[in-house]
């Protein structure tokens, strides 16, 4: 009985610390299916990028900007998607930028339907459609369910900036991301 239980023990000892060892090569990642879109010719990209960020120059008075990372429009209805990658479990936005937003959102909605999604993430992988991300929708923020502050974790509140944490956001799977988009182009079909 004693080399049994001895056998049972180490059997499940081995079999732990390999599953320990291996559960990372064993897990199994699912790919999203092949990208809709690809850049076919880098080097043009990459170009046309240098050559926009040599428009602002030593000298001038206007310094910095933004973009919008996803603009979609659809017989008139928008979606727009803002991507922040997290640090320290929280995404700053630029105070300009979310004002920009904000205004861009009423404007629109006023005419059409319009929903904006600030997207944070973490270093994943968009072709994984099981990637977490966090988000919030631009309504969502103009009623306060977001909160309108600087870190609100820290005394010392960078006026030029709002800091949101990932408690606050919505956690989802990129897949679920996909199906929101889809969901908002069928609306406005």
């Known amino acids: 009985m004693s080399n049994e239980t001895s056998d049972l023990i180490d059997n499940f000892y081995d079999k732990e610390s390999f ?3 291996n559960s990372k090569e064993n897990q199994l990642v699912r790919k999203s299916a092949k990208a809709k879109y690809q850049i076919f010719d880098e080097e043009e990209f990459t170009r046309g ?3 926009l960020g040599e428009l602002i120059v030593h000298g001038m008075i206007a310094s910095g900007g933004t973009d919008i990372d996803w603009l979609i429009e659809h017989n008139g209805g928008f979606i727009i998607l803002e991507f922040k990658g997290f640090h320290n479990d929280k995404i700053n936005i630029p105070k300009g ?3 920009a937003y904000e205004k861009l959102h009423g404007k629109l909605n006023q005419a059409t ?8 993430c ?3 992988e968009f072709s994984n ?3 977490r991300i966090w988000i919030f929708e631009m309504s969502q923020w103009k009623n306060g369910v977001i909160p309108k502050t600087g870190d609100i974790y820290d005394e010392k509140i960078t006026h030029n900036k709002f800091t949101v944490y990932r408690e606050f956001m919505e956690e ?3 897949e679920a991301l996909r199906k929101i988009i889809d969901a908002h182009w069928k609306e406005f079909e």
């Open 19 to 21: 599953h320990t060892q």
């Open 49 to 51: 990028r240098e050559v």
């Open 97 to 99: 930028q979310m004002i």
């Open 113 to 120: 339907k319009c929903y904006l999604y600030i997207v944070g």
């Open 122 to 124: 973490d270093d994943i």
């Open 129 to 131: 459609p099981d990637s």
């Open 172 to 174: 989802i799977t990129v």
